[in-house]
């Protein structure tokens, strides 16, 4: 489903509608003034180029590179490089691959998924072994698991393949990262800040011993 769901993004936004060659040739073909029917097919082609790159992501991927800072700069000493935007943005592409930390949620979610899907293949199995189950109730059955063993992949994909959910996918796990790494850091400091106290007592008894 993956699969599928990358190859209809793949086959709109990058082969037909939001291609650059077609972006071209219908700004050719519109001329001056624009020709009508043309003018249906280019608002077509920017809606889809809209989606391809959303103007959007522009605030989200500054917060990436704020947060992303702070973590490298906070658990592994780090400073990111300044210069040329060509070279810090191919730096910042490898800092973004690494860094992060999934949510708890996230695994159970992907977990959740493949026990539904299994438990629909399996119920569809054991309907051509064992006839006594050819009944609608377990019909039904089967057909609430694979439902929903099928829109679970199908939200991770979009979360996957879409630019604004997957960067902003992406701030989440940075921002997990740093809370712990914040949690972390606190800990340690009141820790070296509040030190060891010790108290000795002495021998009351044998005081009173030594003054009698």
């Known amino acids: ?10 086959f709109i936004f990058h082969l037909t509608l939001g291609s650059d060659w ?14 009508r029917n043309v003018r249906h097919l280019w608002r077509i082609i ?22 992303a800072t702070q973590l490298l700069k906070r658990k592994y000493g780090i400073t990111p490089s300044k210069g040329n935007w060509e070279w810090v943005d191919q730096e910042w592409q490898a800092w973004l691959a690494v860094l992060g930390k999934a949510p708890a949620g996230f695994r159970e979610a992907f977990l959740t998924m493949r026990t539904f899907l299994g438990c629909g293949f399996a119920e569809l199995a054991a309907i051509y072994v064992a006839p006594a189950l050819r009944n609608r109730y377990f019909g039904i059955m089967s057909a609430v698991f694979l439902v929903a063993g099928c829109f ?61």
């Open 1 to 10: 489903m993956d699969f599928l769901y990358f190859a209809q993004r793949y």
């Open 22 to 35: 077609l972006y071209k040739v219908v700004g050719r073909l519109q001329g001056m003034p624009p020709k």
């Open 46 to 67: 920017m809606w889809a180029r809209q989606k391809k790159v959303p103007f959007e992501i522009r605030p989200v991927l500054k917060c990436q590179r704020m947060a």
């Open 152 to 212: 679970q992949p199908l939200s991770l994909s979009k979360r996957h393949r879409e630019p604004i959910r997957w960067n902003i996918t992406r701030l989440l796990f940075l921002i997990e990262e740093l809370a712990e790494t914040s949690d972390i850091s606190g800990k340690t400091k009141k820790s070296t800040n509040g030190g060891l106290g010790i108290t000795i007592n002495g021998d009351t008894d044998s005081d009173n011993d030594e003054s009698e």
